[in-house]
Structure formats: C-alpha cells, structure tokens
C-alpha cells in the first residue's frame, strides 16, 4: 500500500524552539507538499517542491522553511516556533502526469506551541 | 479572492438520505481538476471523487456523484443513501496548472462538516 509517512501525530514545543517535521514517501513521488490547516480555514499551502533540491513557495510561506534533499522525504522546518504556529500539517505527494489519483496525504502532523 | 468556496459550513442529513454538498470555484485556465475528500475525525484526507474540466459525463464512485456545472463554475458533491459513517469533514479541492508540469498544486476550500443522524 502507497505510503505518505509523517514522523510525529502530535507534537509540543516551546515558542522559539527550532522545529523540524518530517514527510516520507514510498511511491518515487515527483511533487510533495506541506500544507497547515485550522478551523475554518481550511487547507493553505504552505510550501511545495517539484523535485530534489527545488521548492516553491504557497500561500503562507512566512515563518517556515522546507528541505528536499532526497526526493523520498521533504522537510517542514519552524525557525522560531511561535503561538500562531499551533496547528493541524499535513504532507502530500503526487507524480507528474496524473489525474485524480495523483495526491496522497499523510495521517496529519497536530503541533502546538506553547 | 477565494478560488474554492464552500459556504455550508454546516450540514445535517438523516441516515439514508441524500445530500448535496457545495462547492463553487474561480479559475481562467481551461484545465484543471477538481477533487472532494472526505477528513474524518481521525484526520486521514480520503481522496473520493475527481472531475477533469474536459470530462464530458459527471464523474461517479459508487454513492458519490459529482454535479459538475461548468458555465456556473460549481462542482457539487452528492452522496445518496447516507450512512453514519459518513459523518466528517469534506473538503472541495482544485488543481492548478497543466497535468503533465511539475507546477500542480491543490487548492482548497474551507470545508463543509457533515453530519449523519440515525
């Protein structure tokens, strides 16, 4: 069975602390994602890359930053984690060329700040 | 400006009823797709239906119907004879970009959350 792995369900840091979270696939997946969502909100991109080493920048890239230095694991990175950063992530991977059952998502990520 | 809009934040329906949930969107390019997923309370996305903006019949998966209105941008999501496991988040989504580029992003809506009474 296809696999988007994230390291950690749930997740409690300090504000200011570094924060790494962790996506793995299993399916040789071109593209990954990271999106965050909260209530009402929705999914928002945060970050994608379409291959090694290349990533773009979604909706809501401030305060983040992203690794992609093997294609299988793509990397969420929290600089400075800050309060507002509490939230629900979720990664995603798809491969070029597909149609509708081309993105996986993991189970979710729920990181809180405190 | 919203590109995915789904204005029932809300929904309920009885068991073996029918439901349609809303989904509105905005694009000027001449392809896309358009997905819903359903996030139980678990929080896996389970991918449920997709229409192509050049399929020609609605999309189907077994309970699932897609109401695709092109000229009205809309891309309803049915579900006929609910089931109490059908209770949870539903989410509209739209792919940008042209299938065969690495540029294919999804865009989401704010969700609908159902739920399914006995």
């Known amino acids: 069975d296809v696999k988007v792995t994230q390291s950690s369900r749930y997740l409690v840091k300090r504000t200011g602390e570094k924060v790494f979270l962790e996506c793995v696939q299993d399916?040789?997946?071109?593209?990954m994602f990271w999106y965050r969502q909260d209530p009402g909100l929705g999914l928002r991109l945060i970050y994608f890359?379409?291959?090694?080493?290349?990533?773009e920048k979604g909706d809501i890239p401030e305060g983040y930053s992203v690794s992609r230095e093997k294609k299988e694991r793509f990397s969420l990175i929290l600089e400075s984690a800050s309060t507002n950063q509490t939230s629900m992530y979720l990664c995603?991977?798809?491969?070029?060329?597909?149609?509708?059952?081309?993105?996986?998502f993991g189970s979710g990520t729920r990181l809180t700040v405190v | 400006a919203q590109k995915i809009t789904q204005t029932q934040p809300g929904m309920f329906v009885q068991e073996k009823e029918a439901v349609t949930l809303d989904c509105t969107y905005d694009?000027?390019?001449?392809?896309?797709?358009l997905f819903w997923y359903k996030q139980p309370s678990s929080g896996e996305m389970i991918f449920l239906i997709y229409?192509?903006?050049?399929?020609?019949q609605n999309a189907t998966e077994g309970r699932y119907s897609l109401n695709f209105q092109k000229a009205r941008k809309s891309a309803n999501l049915v579900i006929s004879a609910s089931q109490l496991g059908d209770s949870a988040m539903y989410f509209c989504?739209?792919?940008?970009?042209?299938?065969?580029?690495?540029?294919?992003?999804?865009?989401f809506g704010t969700g609908t959350r159902l739920l399914v009474s006995p």
């Open positions: 890359s379409y291959d090694v080493k290349m990533k």
């Open positions: 694009t000027s390019d001449p392809s896309y797709g």
């Open positions: 995603a991977s798809s491969t070029t060329g597909a149609r509708e059952y081309g993105y996986t």
């Open positions: 399916m040789d997946h071109e593209n």
């Open positions: 229409q192509g903006s050049y399929d020609q």
């Open positions: 989504a739209m792919r940008e970009g042209q299938v065969n580029t690495g540029f294919q992003k999804l865009v």
